[in-house]
């Protein structure tokens, strides 16, 4: 039986409470979204076993099915090893010291409580918590339906989705936007067509043990011909510590249709690793259209890195029909250690899959990431540009694969990998795969490794520009090719974050 | 609960009779010897392979190189079979060089040019002399190269036969190029051979190997380790040819030393074998090293062919450059893989490494891994790596001058395969490559 705990964190008298706050957020002046909410919360004990997983499951009110697939995953999981072939250094983690589960208990909504728990009235303001409230409000994530706001927003907190905005308006035009947990539950058909088809539960070891414990996420689904005038979008915040965060998101885009999706990500300051494992899964039907943002901006830990998120995330899309188009675009500058290769299969004749990456790791921040482009179809053609940064202490590993199967008659690809060190402690490496199985296909790649050159430096301070937003300038303009793929707000999110991320880098 | 140590390395079947077989091989071998010391050598090496094993899909750098087929095939060691100087005639090149002839893998002074009228400052013997008259084991064997790390290195060194040691003393030059031919003249036979390069500050050398198989007709497997320094100021060039019939197997580790201001070029050129492997390892330690490695590989048939280079630059103003082409057609499979490896302490390192492969049939396949792992950061490195095959464009433009399409992508073949053999600087060895590329892709 799994011993659920309740804390409460109010105890604490409030002044050592906030001392504590103000200490840990000196020593983190570079990580903004540091704070963290006190609120009660529903807690798991930690730990790991059949028996968890059960109960995540009954806590979700889940149907049979979804309890079999997680158990299945679960199974799988325990006999898997856990990778370490990626380029950074960590201890093996103890998968019995995290807990599994972790919501804000609605106290404001006791009678309706039960209703709650199986995910269906979340979309009221009334009902969340004001602390939990408060906290998207002061990371700048609209909760509340009345904001004017050009974007549709799916706020997730721990393990369960709070709010998701302008369901309304996008129900009108037949597009599904909900929770993960609302899925299951309202379009248990859907789901079950997709869950699994691009990410098997027995893909990899983290796919396993996010299949199996997989928290909240968002499923997205847009009817044919339908273009989705708002962009969608995704706010993740793992407040508890010691707990792990699994959502799982499915994306679909059925025939002719077009879907922007953007997600963001955050977590307050701790002082031990917390784990962050996601599947994401895309399915892009004939003539569609997906783009793909993410600006990912975990906590890094402190100045070793210390009490950072380790990000296992498992992101892949299909491109199954003609024609359609898959493009993933990211910004990772957070997380203690990323591995991360979001993925395009690209099975659809005529098909395209894209991948515009910028890296930024600084102190002592470890990321091996990529892609992977699967070419199955004729005239398929995929571009990878990745731009990595590497500062302080850290190491940036850019790891993709390009395969042209015998099938993909006329594939074309294209690769540019560029990586910047600033300063003199930091790595930066390039291991890509390229495996060629027909003739016509045109394969190129390109790798170049450089530094911001001391003329550049001179040449910017030289007219009344300080080093610091010089070095800003010249790094904007290195991964220019790739913010200009992200939607504009993100775009500029993203540059400020590079230029907080690199601060104090130099000098 | 998932267990988290170290995975035991499973071999299958196939694996495990042939790792026995070889390990019975030692075992006779080290019952026959008497040097105490080179006893104790392949012991450990033998312990080692014990736990080592063969390589499977499952490892990193194997992933791309099946050695089923080579595993199913026990390849003994027997000693010298018997051939005749018209044997040996035709591997002979058409310019003046030194010719030392390895026969099954032991050193053959009949066929060999007199090695008592060396210049000065050079010195050359087989592994077996240096073995037996010199300090024996200490010289030739103690020293750190890495050769264990690799399964293939070990068991070179549990099973080596013969080989050449060659010393430069400081300032020597030799002009006349030295030509190792190593003949596989018997079926199911293992050639381990294992070489030994020194040159000493200032001296100069250009090192020819090609490895050669007396017929079409036998399979045998060419396992060999060379060891190269190359001292302050010195300049190796070297080519290794790899000419063997399309059924044997090779397998080629190069470890080089490279010290201050000091420069080495090699150049693989590989045709033949069913399975081969041809692997530089690269150590430039002081500063202002320069070194080239290029490849230049034709593969048809079922053939597969493996190019690997590992570059490290360890010091200041490291310059190193490489271009790699497979040229790939029916079945065949290529691979390449390349690693810069820039230490800290490498600044102003300017390393390039370029891959380029040309497909000409459906069936042909080809797997590229340019690697770059970098530390410092004032340093200029870029890889870049191209697949896919002849442009339409390119056979107008020919066919429109009046050359027939065969011709013509012939000649767009040739002028691609034949490109790294540009920095060679001796023009009779270039064209003596040239020549037996161009053979092959006429064939």
Known sequence: MVRIVLTSEFSMTQTTQYQEINDILQKNQHYKEGFFTTTAVETFAKGLNESVVRAISAKKHEPQWMLDFRLKAFKHWQTMIEPHWAKAEYEPIDYQDYSYYSAPECGSCSESCDKALDGKDHTQANQIDPEVAKAFASLGVPINDDGEANIAVDAIFDSVSISTTKRDDLAKLGIIFCSFSEAVHDYPELVQQYIGTVVPHHDNFFAALNSAVASDGTFVYVPPGVRCPIDLSTYFRINEAKTGQFERTILIADKGSYVSYLEGCSAPVRDTYQLHAAVVEVIVHEDAEVKYSTVQNWYPGDDDCQGGILNFVTKRGICEGKNSKLSWTQAETGSAITWKYPSCILKGDNSIGEFYSVALTNRRQQADTGTKMIHIGKNTSSTIISKGLSAGRSDNTYRGLVKILPSAEGARNFTQCDSMLIGDQCGAHTFPYIEVENPTAQVEHEATTSRIGEDQLFYCQQRGISEQDAISMIVNGFCKEVFKELPLEFAQEAEELLAISLEGSVG | ?443
């Open chain 2, 1 to 443: 609960m998932t267990t988290l140590s170290k995975p035991i390395k499973k071999h299958s079947p196939v694996a495990q009779n042939a790792m026995s077989f070889y390990q019975q091989q030692v075992e006779a071998l080290i019952a026959s010897e008497s040097d105490v010391a080179l006893v104790a050598f392949r012991q450990q090496a033998s312990q080692h392979f014990a736990e080592q094993g063969f390589p499977t899909r499952r490892d990193e750098d194997w992933k791309y190189t099946p050695l089923n087929a080579f595993l199913q095939t026990h390849y003994h060691r027997t000693g010298v079979a018997h051939v005749s100087d018209v044997d040996i005639k035709p591997f002979l090149p058409p310019f003046d060089v030194m010719h030392l002839v390895f026969v099954d893998g032991y050193f053959s002074e009949r066929f060999s040019d007199d090695l008592s009228e060396l210049p000065d400052g050079l010195s050359i013997e087989s592994v077996k002399d240096a073995l037996d008259f010199k300090q024996g084991y200490t010289a030739f064997l103690s020293h750190e190269m890495g050769i264990e790390k690799e399964a293939f290195g070990t068991l070179n060194s549990m099973l080596f036969d013969d080989g050449v040691v060659i010393q430069l003393e400081p300032h020597c030059v030799v002009e006349r190029p030295i030509l190792c031919t190593y003949v596989q003249t018997q079926n199911e036979h293992a050639n381990t051979i294992r070489n030994r390069v020194t040159l000493a500050h200032g001296a100069q050398l250009t090192l020819l190997q090609q490895h050669v198989s007396l017929n079409n007709e036998l399979n045998a497997f060419d396992n060999v380790v060379t060891e190269i320094n190359v001292a302050e100021n010195a300049l190796l060039n070297q080519v290794v040819l790899q000419a063997l019939n399309s059924s044997s197997v090779y397998f080629g580790l190069q470890f080089v030393d490279q010290a201050k201001n000091s420069m080495f070029r090699t150049h693989y050129i590989g045709l033949g074998s069913s399975l081969s492997r041809h692997q530089n390892v690269l150590r430039m330690t002081e500063e202002h090293i320069e070194s080239e490695q290029s490849s230049a590989c034709f593969a048809n048939g079922q053939q597969i062919m493996d190019t690997r280079t590992h570059t490290e630059h360890q010091a200041w103003w490291g310059k190193s450059r490489q271009l790699h082409k497979l040229v790939l057609d029916d079945h065949a499979v290529g691979v390449f893989n390349g690693m810069i490896k820039v230490a800290r302490e490498a600044q102003k390192t300017d390393g390039q490494m370029d891959n380029k492969n040309l497909l000409l049939s459906d069936k042909a396949k080809v797997d590229s891994k340019p690697q770059l792992e970098i530390y410092a950061d004032d340093v200029k490195c870029s890889h870049g790596s191209a697949s896919g095959q002849i442009s339409d464009e390119q056979i107008f433009y020919l066919r429109a001058r009046g050359i027939n399409a065969d011709d013509a992508r012939r000649l767009v073949t040739q002028a691609f395969l034949l490109e790294p053999l540009e920095s060679i600087s001796l023009t009779p060895v270039r064209h003596w490559l040239a020549e037996k590329l161009m053979h092959k892709l006429n064939a």
